[in-house]
Nanobody, 124 residues
Framework: QVQLVESGGGLVQAGGSLRLSCAAS????????MGWFRQAPGKEREFVSA????????IYVDSVKGRFTISRDNAKNTVYLQMNSLKSEDTAVYYC?????????????????WGQGTQVTVSS
């Protein structure tokens, strides 16, 4: 069993930055791919970014490319999402997810473990 706890959300003005963190329990974190998803009010949960077990491969949804950066520290069992140049459309609850297989994917169904989410609100 893996437990994921997100932090770092909050209220920020458009153009600002936030860094989300996701702390994972368990000794097998370093073998998991990790992903970030988000869900805006009234919308489906959507993929944002993912990183492979080693950190060597990353993927992003087109709308955040060049603005968001995913990274991980396997020694700290933590994955990060650095969000710059935030826009109002980035407002959502952000969820961290873990995939047992170490290859990063964009598909929700590939991720077995989920955190509770952290709210990000971008004011325009």
């Amino acid at each position: 069993q893996v437990q994921l706890v997100e932090s770092g959300g909050g209220l920020v003005q458009a153009g600002g930055s936030l860094r989300l963190s996701c702390a994972a329990s368990g000794r097998t974190f370093s073998s998991y791919a990790m992903g970030w998803f988000r869900q805006a009010p009234g919308k489906e949960r959507e993929f944002v970014s993912a990183i492979s077990w080693s950190g060597g491969a990353t993927i992003y949804v087109d709308s955040v490319k060049g603005r968001f950066t995913i990274s991980r520290d396997n020694a700290k069992n933590t994955v990060y999402l650095q969000m710059n140049s935030l826009k109002s459309e980035d407002t959502a609850v952000y969820y961290c997810a873990a995939r047992v297989l170490g290859i990063a994917t964009m598909l929700r169904r590939d991720y077995a473990y989920w955190g509770q989410g952290t709210q990000v609100t971008v004011s325009s």
